[in-house]
């Protein structure tokens, strides 16, 4: 088992999206656990590259590549992810902010949130202000969480806020953030409900 954590990891830190797809099914024909594979062998790549871009030892491209192939192990793994039995803790709606392209830490999330007996919705990257309230109103969420990789898309979460305040809804949702640029003193800035750098 630990073989084809391995070769999880090197898939992934070496930006081989192939082999990532492979290394998963793998995985799941061997009966590994598929949180498992995802977090010691995703997620343990991907740490391992983020230390070595702070050191300067590795570069954008890099990342990037390993951004794709863990992409594409989330895909492959992510319908083995069933749900804890039992009854839902609640609904979240999430995605990455307007203009934030960038989904792989929050795809990581939803998974983990799924697997903890929430239901999960899902938007994706790019997601407006509204496209979030729309759908929060739509399913009943709980909770609201946004994403944000870049500072300049940080902006939304605030403006959610905002906006729920302003229309009468901000006791109807939770709104929790995170991504690299958000820290606690942001958190408190906007008057988020939580927050989590990973």
Request: no cysteine.
């Amino acid at each position: 088992m630990a073989d084809i954590i391995r070769e999880i990891f090197d898939s992934v830190y070496h930006g081989d999206e192939d082999q990532a797809v492979q290394a998963a099914r793998k995985a799941l024909a061997e009966g590994v656990d598929p949180g498992r594979a995802i977090d010691e062998g995703g997620v343990a790549a991907l740490n391992q590259l983020g230390e070595e871009f702070d050191r300067l030892e590795v570069f954008l491209p890099e990342l990037m590549m390993a951004g794709e192939a863990m992409n594409a192990l989330i895909t492959e793994l992510a319908p083995a992810i069933t749900s804890k039995e039992g009854r839902h803790q609640g609904k979240v709606v999430i995605g990455t902010a307007k203009g934030d392209l960038h989904d792989i830490g929050m795809n990581l999330v939803a998974i983990q949130l799924s697997v903890n007996k929430y239901k999960v919705f899902n938007l994706g990257t790019d997601v407006s202000v509204n496209e979030y309230i729309d759908k929060a109103a739509e399913v009943g969420a709980d909770i609201i969480a946004v994403s944000s990789l870049l500072t300049t898309s940080a902006y939304y979460q605030e403006e959610l806020i905002g906006r729920l305040e302003a229309e009468g809804l901000r006791d109807t949702y939770k709104v929790i953030v995170g991504g690299g640029p958000i820290t606690p003193e942001w958190t408190r800035k906007i008057r988020a409900d939580g927050y989590a750098r990973t």
